[in-house]
């Protein structure tokens, strides 16, 4: 199995939703485009992933949202590393289709009182249904680490929620432990890394905004698998 040495994840870069939740109204949310200042923080962050990556070869998986797409193309990566696919399991929490601001500001009150975890949005998904299809997408990058010419380096761009539970997935993180963490910024990276001792520790940890609070026994915050 040709296991690569590193797995990047990156949140898109500021959109118009995140500067003026009221565009979720009159837009649906997978047409929202990058911000001006969306565009730059993705090219900054190309930079970074540049220097990474040298001349390798690159695996990228993008959500299909319109966000994503273009954040993508602000990294300016050369197309002959690049091997590109459109992953639809890497997509945004589904939170219904046209959104009534107040609505959705009061399901988040919910959500926060609940547990982003196991909320579910009324015409919509749960964390846990989103970690249901990561999970299932981990399944299948697994499967393509069995290609010997595997690049060595796979680029996963996607979303802040996405992002905190394929880490979860991946290093077996409590459901306490991912509620105890907030979501990486625009245009954030993450970096999986392959040790010599065969396993992936990541970069840098997300932030956390309280104590993990288990119900059974007290389960360290793994940042290697």
Same mark, same amino acid.
């Given at each position: 199995?040709?296991?690569? +040495?590193?797995?990047?994840?990156?949140?898109?870069?500021?959109?118009?939703?995140?500067?003026?939740?009221?565009?979720?109204?009159? /837009?649906?949310?997978?047409?929202?485009?990058?911000?001006?200042?969306?565009?730059?923080?993705?090219?900054?962050?190309?930079?970074?992933?540049?220097?990474?990556?040298?001349?390798? +070869?690159?695996?990228?998986?993008?959500?299909?949202? +319109?966000?994503?797409?273009?954040?993508?193309?602000?990294?300016?990566?050369?197309?002959?590393?690049?091997?590109? +696919?459109?992953?639809?399991?890497?997509?945004?929490?589904?939170?219904?289709?046209?959104?009534?601001r107040d609505d959705v500001?009061?399901?988040?009150? #919910?959500?926060?009182? #609940?547990?982003?975890?196991? #909320?579910?949005?009324?015409?919509?998904?749960?964390?846990?249904?989103?970690?249901?299809?990561?999970?299932?997408?981990? /399944?299948?990058?697994?499967?393509?680490?069995?290609?010997?010419?595997?690049?060595?380096?796979?680029?996963?761009?996607?979303?802040?929620?996405?992002m905190r539970l394929f880490?979860?997935?991946?290093?077996?993180?409590?459901?306490?432990?991912?509620?105890?963490?907030?979501?990486?910024?625009?245009?954030?990276?993450?970096?999986?890394?392959?040790?010599?001792?065969?396993? #992936?520790?990541?970069?840098?940890?997300?932030?956390?905004?309280?104590?993990? /609070?288990?119900?059974?026994?007290?389960?360290?915050?793994?940042?290697?698998?």
């Amino acid at each position: 199995m040709a296991r690569p +040495r590193r797995i990047v994840l990156v949140r898109h870069g500021e959109s118009v939703g995140n500067a003026d939740d009221s565009v979720y109204e009159r /837009e649906p949310d997978h047409a929202l485009a990058l911000t001006e200042k969306g565009w730059r923080q993705a090219e900054e962050t190309g930079k970074r992933l540049r220097e990474v990556f040298g001349h390798e +070869r690159v695996s990228v998986y993008v959500s299909p949202y +319109r966000r994503t797409h273009e954040t993508f193309r602000a990294f300016h990566l050369d197309p002959g590393q690049v091997r590109v +696919r459109e992953e639809p399991r890497l997509r945004e929490q589904d939170w219904g289709n046209w959104q009534d601001r107040d609505d959705v500001r009061l399901q988040k009150a #919910y959500r926060d009182a #609940y547990g982003h975890f196991f #909320y579910r949005f009324a015409q919509g998904e749960s964390g846990a249904d989103v970690y249901d299809r990561v999970g299932n997408f981990l /399944e299948s990058l697994f499967r393509s680490f069995e290609a010997p010419d595997h690049p060595p380096n796979v680029l996963l761009v996607t979303h802040g929620l996405a992002m905190r539970l394929f880490c979860m997935r991946w290093f077996h993180w409590t459901v306490a432990e991912f509620e105890s963490l907030s979501n990486p910024g625009n245009a954030e990276m993450r970096m999986l890394v392959l040790g010599e001792d065969g396993k #992936y520790a990541i970069d840098r940890p997300f932030e956390r905004w309280r104590e993990p /609070e288990p119900y059974g026994d007290p389960q360290p915050y793994g940042i290697s698998g």
